[in-house]
């Protein structure tokens, strides 16, 4: 891992700051704000603490701390949502996905009320006392595992994100959508807690001959995908938990298979089924679809990490800079994620991707997981800006320019596009979603 | 931070283990796994594949991905809920607590639905749109901020607990209750954004006679509580955000104070005012109530950090190890956590703390925050045991004795109780809530 992006960089920010580093560190600072206007908060109205008498607050009780034992967001975040249109897709919404407003998304955690939903049957319903895990084929004890006992194993708890690898493929011949959540809101971040495979696999003995592994869930598309057993020895897991509670239903309860970094179809939800065999199974989950159509017409099979990848996400269409005044300083943010390994760093272009400046990334930088980049910008009313993001991995990938996707994967694929994307600020700081050439 | 609990040495469990050194490493286990039972799943049903077919799935579409477009906990998961009962703080629901399930947390994260729920006039509800946040008092240039502006400040994430100081403050005088949510669940852990308050007093300037700061929350208790000026420019927060959403309206919608590590009262929720003086304001709140009570009739006062604690999570009185069969390998399962610092060790006592071994910690370990650790047990039935747990901070704390703590402190204090825990495991694997002197 990139030294400047180590945690302990990150907690060093927070190393005690006493009042007198903080008056000769800020000596300079403040006095640009004793003369003029602040810095970020350009309209603040300035110590009119009349308007604290305006508002009606605490003239009465609020609810009781019974009233939601399970809580909700508040009424006011009604539009902070999953969404879905037929244009994603099937068409079918049992055989469809609703996405994450990743516009709104902070830090690199989703929450399990917005993490991005993906069937091709249907959320199925499981009753966790009647579940099953069978794991056999190629294993000296093939074994019926009841939740209970599955939970038995030692646990480990990991933070990945689950990106579908149609993310942004409506997108090849450029944006669908002006919309963030709709052109790159197929994915979402979350903490999970399961088993290592490879831990179980010590208890039941795989056989050396095993190469490849068949996950199949219980929903009524079963979803079959096959995986060979160097990943599944590696970081494969099976997850019960997410974000500090159980699955829930649309992300496979009470258990889904987790393979860190590569492709969401693969995390077989509603797991009943792990066999090992010596060839792969070449399911219709991974002949007809999942595969990529290249310019020759042949297809790529057996494609599975998610590519080095990244946007621009505030600001976005959703949430515009029309409220900018003229000088004013910005966090431009975006979120950055490799299936390969760490993000080492992300460049950020105001031209469309001619120049590019370094971000920053912020907070905790780990594997296989968003990771946050922010770049401080002072905003001129006026300009026209062409922001695209290109992130790096230390798997040594960095993001492709459009052209240079397209003369390998043309444009007739829908899967694993990760060419850099582009956002243009208007002059009125209107934000629309472009493809630029290059 | 120590070398062993580093984030480097976490995500090192993960480095690629190909299928030659997975054979070597585990052939001798493997032995054993084919000799007798799986070491884990000692019930587990070996390779009763009929199983597999009279479980009725599949048979059916799910619902549709449309269906719920905020997502919602499985029916199955009904009684993982927050909980209150009038023995818990005021007895008034509006003035009162709801504890979060810890017995099936995971992880680090607890989801926004469990968060605990603390407050001294009931949860109100603030429209975002009215919101407005004043600092003024001993800042060079006073301002009053709606949402939109204060969001403007560059931000932050951090992860860390927040923990009421009368967390297991029924139980000076021993157990009260034989759960674990009730005995130790007014604590939650959770990804915050929001911008450090440092970072607006750059902007702002700050007098440098300023010593402390008033904060004031919008509620009907206005909760003001006095914080040296020293932690808010530490670490001193406001959040909007909380694990990847707005703050939940129980937590404080659309803003609270967050001071990593100190009394869950100081975080103060919708809050409206920070004012910055020479001396501490002595509001209700920090006079007659959240001071500390001695044997020698005198309160402590301003005393802040939650001290360096810890307790066993599995097993507990609500998920007991009754189905455990003699010579089962399990997983002793805890938390450890501290308001000055990160944890460097657990140790754990089977006998009440006669005697310890070390635990491992597990996952990310992180500054003020909940830091999981583990020990691989194998269990034999008909044992009674004491569990004891014991964690240490790099501020150089370690737990008390139950003894060590009443000496300084009596009995007759409600706060910042961090002597050791016990849990007895009984001869039928049945666990009680018990409290050793020593």
Chains 1, 2 share one sequence.
């Not at 560190?25 to 110590?47: P, Q, W, Y």
């Not at 592994?213 to 997410?242: C, F, H, Y």
């Not at 390998?408 to 630029?436: D, F, L, P």
Request: charged letters at 20%.
């Amino acid at each position: 891992m990139n030294d400047k992006n180590s945690l302990e960089n990150s907690i060093s920010n927070d190393k005690i700051l006493d009042r007198r580093d903080f008056f000769r560190k800020t000596a300079a600072l403040s006095m640009t704000a004793i003369a003029g206007t602040s810095i970020f908060a350009s309209e603040a109205v300035v110590d009119d603490s009349a308007i604290m008498h305006h508002v009606p607050w605490g003239q009465k009780w609020g609810d009781p701390v019974t009233k939601n034992l399970y809580g909700m967001p508040s009424e006011y975040e009604h539009n902070v949502l999953r969404r879905n249109t037929e244009l994603l897709a099937s068409g079918n919404y049992r055989a469809s996905i609703a996405v994450t407003p990743i516009h709104e998304s902070m830090g690199i955690i989703t929450p399990n009320g917005l993490f991005f939903s993906r069937s091709h049957g249907g959320v199925a319903h499981v009753d966790p006392n009647e579940y099953r895990l069978m794991i056999h084929g190629l294993v000296e004890k093939p074994i019926v595992l009841t939740l209970e006992q599955l939970k038995r194993y030692p646990s480990v708890t990991r933070t990945h994100f689950i990106e579908c690898p149609a993310n942004g493929g409506q997108e090849w011949r450029g944006p669908q959508f002006n919309s963030l959540q709709f052109a790159k809101g197929f994915m979402s971040c979350a903490e999970w807690t399961g088993v290592y495979i490879k831990t179980i696999l010590e208890d039941l003995g795989l056989k050396p001959e095993a190469q490849w592994m068949l996950a199949e869930g219980s929903d009524n598309s079963e979803m079959g995908r096959t995986v060979p057993v160097d990943k599944v020895l590696d970081d494969a897991m099976i997850v019960w938990g997410q974000n500090g509670e159980a699955l829930r239903p649309e992300q496979g309860y009470p258990v889904r298979l987790l393979l860190p970094g590569w492709e969401g179809n693969l995390c077989v939800k509603w797991l009943k089924r792990l066999e090992f065999a010596t060839e792969p199974w070449y399911c219709k989950e991974e002949t007809s679809k999942y595969t990529a159509l290249k310019p020759t017409g042949q297809a790529v099979q057996h494609f599975y990490a998610n590519e080095v990848n990244s946007t621009v996400v505030s600001p976005s269409p959703e949430i515009p800079w029309t409220d900018l005044k003229n000088g004013q300083l910005i966090e431009i943010e975006g979120l950055a994620w490799s299936g390969m390994g760490t993000i080492t760093g992300v460049d950020l272009s105001f031209d469309g991707g001619k120049n590019y400046v370094p971000a920053k990334l912020k907070g905790l930088v780990l594997p296989k997981c968003w990771t946050r980049w922010s770049y401080m910008h002072t905003y001129k009313k006026g300009d026209v800006l062409l922001l695209t993001s290109r992130a790096m991995d230390d798997a040594g990938y960095i993001q492709p320019t459009v052209d240079q996707e397209t003369a390998v994967m043309g444009v007739e694929s829908v899967y694993h596009r990760n060419g850099v994307e582009t956002w243009e600020v208007t002059a009125e700081g209107k934000v629309n979603h472009v493809q630029i050439r290059s």
